[in-house]
């Protein structure tokens, strides 16, 4: 699936659809993605700020998606830790972005290459639009080659 289709199906999914997040690009290369949520009614949590789930989960499939898509589908990739700090009270619109690395994705290739797991950790902060840190996300990725099928005769 191309970069553009994705971004349309996952504006489209539920728990980003009625979470208010909404996907504004995804590059055609996937090494970078950014997010956006509006605070609204539907994503406010008690004290009139973005929900902490929300803003977990408008950085979820990111980091697993992007590697996914650069070290190829004889590769299995999956979320395997996470983690957020709440720095401040996001009152606004939000923002998310991803950047994978030449390096990050070498360094999954060389790892995974005999058959061995990597796990890598990424960071993510979670920004207002005038650049004010409002979350810190931490998500760990596991990725190994899959193993050949036996063919049974």
Known sequence: MNARMLRFGMNLWPP?????????????DYRYARVRMRLRPWNRNAFGTHF????????DPFWAILLLRNVGRE???????????FVSPGRGTVE??????????????????????ALVWFDTDVKSLEGDVVARVRKQVYARRKRALALVA
């Open 96 to 117: 998310a972005e991803f950047r994978l690395t030449d390096e990050v994705i070498a360094d999954v290739l060389d790892r995974t290459a005999s058959g061995e797991k």
């Open 16 to 28: 980003f659809l009625f979470a208010g997040i909404r996907v504004l690009e995804i590059s055609s």
């Open 52 to 59: 902490g789930g929300s803003l977990f989960s408008m950085t």
């Open 75 to 85: 590769h299995m990739v999956w979320d395997q830790a996470g983690e957020i700090e």
